[in-house]
């Protein structure tokens, strides 16, 4: 079986750090990945990962430890715009990909 | 530019009607999704296909039916709607390989009311 847990909701302040978490538990696996969903939107794609460590793209980043089953996505210099739901999607063989249930990501002035 | 079209947007229908939601790709893609989502909530996977004439089903017991007669197009039918199929319909699609295949584009989404 396949799964992922996530925080339900994460605040913070504009212009922070934040940092949300993702752990699977995927057999097979060789890839996580991570999109964002604005309420009304559809989901967006944001960043895989297939090897260990950190991948950056503008202001954010992903990180992804095989050992350790854990991933995380890292925004930077955060902006209202931001404030949507982030999804971690586990991939495995040739099985449609598996997300988690999503971190409400709320950006406050 | 959304290369992925789903229609209709918005639909409002009364409970045994058959509706059809339509989604079409011009991207070339062999894999195809569809996930049904209720506001705010997780994705849920209720259909597939990784080519012309192949579906699957998905995790999420549905009561819907697919088809893919074509590659670029992969519409979801409801016999019979019923208030529970009240949610939003996602389509999706990927390449078959490549860095592609692991990423996935959605289409606008079809949000379904049954009274």
């Known amino acids: 079986g396949q799964s992922l847990e996530q925080p339900s909701e994460v605040t913070a302040v504009e212009g922070a750090i934040v940092q949300i978490n993702c752990t699977y538990q995927?057999?097979?696996?060789?890839?996580l990945s991570w999109y964002q969903q604005h309420d009304g939107g559809a989901p967006t794609f944001l960043s895989y990962?297939?090897?260990?460590g950190l991948e950056e793209t503008g202001r954010f980043s992903s990180f992804l430890s095989r050992s350790d089953s854990y991933g995380y996505l890292l925004l930077q210099e955060l902006q209202m715009k931001d404030s949507a739901s982030y999804f971690c999607?586990?991939?495995?063989?040739?099985?449609?990909?598996?997300f988690g249930k999503g971190t409400r990501l709320s950006v406050i002035a | 530019e959304a290369d992925i079209y789903q229609t209709p947007r918005y639909l409002v229908i009364g409970t045994g009607k058959k509706i059809t939601l339509e989604c079409s790709q011009t991207m070339g893609h062999d894999k195809m999704y569809w996930y049904q989502q209720d506001p705010g909530m997780e994705l849920h996977l209720i259909h597939y296909?990784?080519?012309?004439?192949?579906?699957e089903k998905g995790d999420l017991s549905s009561e819907s039916t697919v088809s893919r007669i074509r590659t670029e197009h992969f519409p979801l039918t409801l016999e019979s709607a019923r208030p529970s199929h009240t949610s939003q319909y996602l389509c999706?699609?990927?390449?078959?390989?490549?860095?592609?295949?692991?990423?996935?584009?959605f289409g606008a989404g079809s949000r379904l009311t049954v009274l």
């Open positions: 296909s990784y080519g012309v004439n192949s579906t």
């Open positions: 990962n297939a090897l260990d």
């Open positions: 995927t057999s097979g696996f060789y890839g």
């Open positions: 999706a699609s990927s390449s078959r390989g490549g860095f592609g295949a692991n990423v996935l584009t």
């Open positions: 999607a586990s991939h495995s063989g040739n099985t449609p990909l598996v």
